[in-house]
């Protein structure tokens, strides 16, 4: 019988479901950060969701370092979407930090958008940790 410890199709499998996990939770508070309130606020809680989601991102990336060729070929197309979601997602913070007044929510629609997108890009790449 197979240690399940040291199976390598089990450790993926729990690590896949711990990227869930994490995923579920980080997707459950998208919801409550819309361009709405203070300006100050909503970049903070962008911040602090741009910041587990990336770490979620480096920490699939540095895993996929130790499994096979193909699947870090295909990981590499996902990471590279991800790192261009990032880099949008940025573009458009530092939009709404640098805009004045009240445009800023206009502007933070777009935003809550590449968030999304973000998000999504991540959820595609854990799904291939099953």
């Known amino acids: 019988m197979t240690n399940q410890k040291t199976d390598p199709i089990f450790e993926r499998q729990e690590y896949h479901q711990s990227l869930m996990n994490k995923m ?23 911040e602090q969701r741009v910041k587990t989601l990336k770490s979620i991102a480096e ?15 295909e990981f590499e197309e996902d990471r590279k979407m991800i790192e261009e979601y990032y880099r949008t997602l940025k573009e458009r913070m530092n939009n709404i930090r640098q ?5 800023w929510k206009e502007l933070g629609k777009g935003t809550s958008s590449a968030l999304e997108d973000f998000i999504k890009g991540i959820k595609n790449a854990v799904s291939k940790f099953k």
């Open 59 to 73: 920490d699939m990336t540095e895993k996929s370092k130790n499994l096979g060729k193909k699947f870090r070929v």
């Open 24 to 46: 579920k939770i980080e997707s459950s508070s998208v919801d409550t950060c819309r361009p709405e309130g203070e300006k100050t606020l909503y970049i903070e809680k962008l």
């Open 99 to 103: 805009t004045s007044g009240e445009a």
